[in-house]
């Protein structure tokens, strides 16, 4: 195969140790129904047969070209293959995960129908089954994140959790020209890029399809690093939520409220305070709590909630149903998500 001057896209793959699912992996990209791209498979010291799966697929293809990481670690794996990107478009891929077979060129063809638009992602199907509790909770994670598809979905629930798996994103290399690439830290790679770019203006959506098979094994790299916890997350919450408060809020004389009184609002709301966001009460459903005093502060009734002129509300309460049941009850008294209050949890 005769491969173009200059591909469309550019499949940044970092490896390391993968060889247990990379040659399933380079097929699935091998096989999509686009052919402009180039796979920047960026090998980071692997000590297992993934070099030689890599130079099988070389041989074989010419648009699989291998890089070796020249720093250590994902972070400098990704930033130096989208350094070494031909292609206008940024795909990024995991190498113990599959593309459906035309994943490629639907992202492309979401881009290029709307150049306000700067990142694509789409639906991904979680597998193999979960079995144990802990692969349930990321089946849970996985439902959630595909239920938001629009700018506003996405942008609206940044700080509850990362809105997407990261290997089904494709984004423009402007973008990391003009706001940066990935940054090195004690927190998640993934989620402090969008949260980033979703500060500085960056139009992201998702496709409405499952175009990604995201596997889950106990070797993942989230399962492994304190870079993934939700201590790390949590920090990077208050950080740019900090920032979105200052921005969106300025000049709104309106007390912050925080909703709920349990213990991921305890943890939450310590955080927010300790980084100066200005917390004036709580409010919760459980008669055991209403009354109470959190970090000093009052637990009061929602139904001391009159009008989204009086407040403006952070959602803490960590229980699962508890956040769209506080959304329809603000909802009915005229909130409107992102004007009037947020979730966090």
Request: net charge neutral; with cysteine.
């Amino acid at each position: 195969m005769i491969m173009p001057a200059t591909p469309k896209v550019s499949i940044v793959l970092p490896i390391h140790n993968a060889g247990q699912f990379l040659q399933e992996c380079i097929d699935s990209i091998t096989k999509q129904t686009f052919s402009s791209w180039e796979l920047l498979a960026i090998e980071d010291h692997s000590d297992d047969v993934s070099h030689e799966i890599l130079l099988s697929a070389s041989a074989l293809d010419s648009r699989v070209r291998i890089h070796e990481n020249p720093g250590q670690g994902v972070v400098d794996a990704l930033n130096y293959g989208i350094g070494n990107a031909r292609g206008e478009l940024i795909a990024r891929m995991d190498a113990d995960d599959l593309m459906c077979h035309t994943r490629i060129e639907e992202q492309v063809n979401h881009l290029e129908k709307d150049s306000d638009l700067g990142l694509s992602s789409s639906l991904v199907t979680h597998f193999p089954r979960s079995q144990g509790n802990e692969r349930k909770g990321y089946e849970k994670y996985v439902q959630w994140t595909n239920s938001l598809i629009t700018r506003n979905d996405l942008e609206a629930n940044r700080f509850v959790d990362c809105t997407f798996a990261h290997p089904s994103v494709m984004f423009r290399k402007t973008i990391v020209e003009k706001f940066g690439g990935y940054s090195l830290g004690e927190f998640p790679e993934d989620f402090e890029l969008w949260l980033r770019w979703m500060k500085s203006g960056v139009l992201m959506e998702k496709i409405e399809k499952n175009l990604l098979k995201w596997r889950d094994h106990p070797g993942r790299l989230s399962r492994r690093s304190s870079r993934y916890s939700q201590e790390a997350f949590n920090g990077l919450k208050v950080k740019y939520l900090k920032d979105w408060i200052n921005n969106q809020l300025d000049g709104d004389s309106r007390s912050i409220f925080a909703w709920g009184a349990g213990k991921v609002a305890k943890k939450l709301s310590s955080l927010l305070l300790g980084n100066g966001i200005p917390i004036s009460e709580f409010i919760d459903t459980d008669p055991m709590k209403i009354g109470r005093t959190i970090h000093g502060l009052p637990v009061r009734s929602m139904e001391t909630i009159t009008s989204p002129n009086q407040c403006f509300i952070l959602i803490l309460a960590g229980a699962r149903g508890t956040r769209a049941e506080i959304s329809q009850y603000l909802h009915a008294r005229k909130f409107l998500l992102q004007e009037d209050y947020l979730p966090l949890a």
